[in-house]
Nanobody
Framework: VQLVETGGGLVQPGGSLRLSCAAS????????MSWYRQAPGKERELVAT????????NYADSVKGRFTISRVNAKNTVYLQMNSLKPEDTAVYYC????????WGQGTQVTVSS
């Protein structure tokens, strides 16, 4: 099983990034997928979740209206489009897959700074 996140980097406040998570080794289309993040000195927090079919999406209050989670099951990939980024969005972002098993990616760093 692998979850590989890409797309992180350094961006100025107000900018945008799109994270991708490519999955392999399990039946992606049957798993709920989420993005979590962890800032230095803080606990890991849930950012967004999308149902296996893509019809159900939930967001943390801190990112509602700015972030969008989506998935393409034919590509075994989940995305996180992040707009209007703020310095407080700086964190390592992790991809997470859950059904009766749960899997984590290795994370990708997002830094929002001028």
């Amino acid at each position: 099983v692998q979850l590989v996140e890409t797309g992180g980097g350094l961006v100025q406040p107000g900018g945008s990034l799109r994270l991708s998570c490519a999955a392999s080794g399990f039946i992606f289309s049957t798993y709920e997928m989420s993005w979590y993040r962890q800032a230095p000195g803080k606990e890991r927090e849930l950012v967004a979740t999308i149902g296996s079919g893509g019809g159900t999406r939930n967001y943390a209050d801190s990112v509602k209206g700015r972030f969008t989670i989506s998935r393409v099951n034919a590509k075994n990939t989940v995305y996180l489009q992040m707009n209007s980024l703020k310095p407080e969005d700086t964190a390592v972002y992790y991809c997470y897959a859950r059904k009766w098993m749960a899997y984590w990616g290795q994370g990708t760093q997002v830094t929002v700074s001028s």
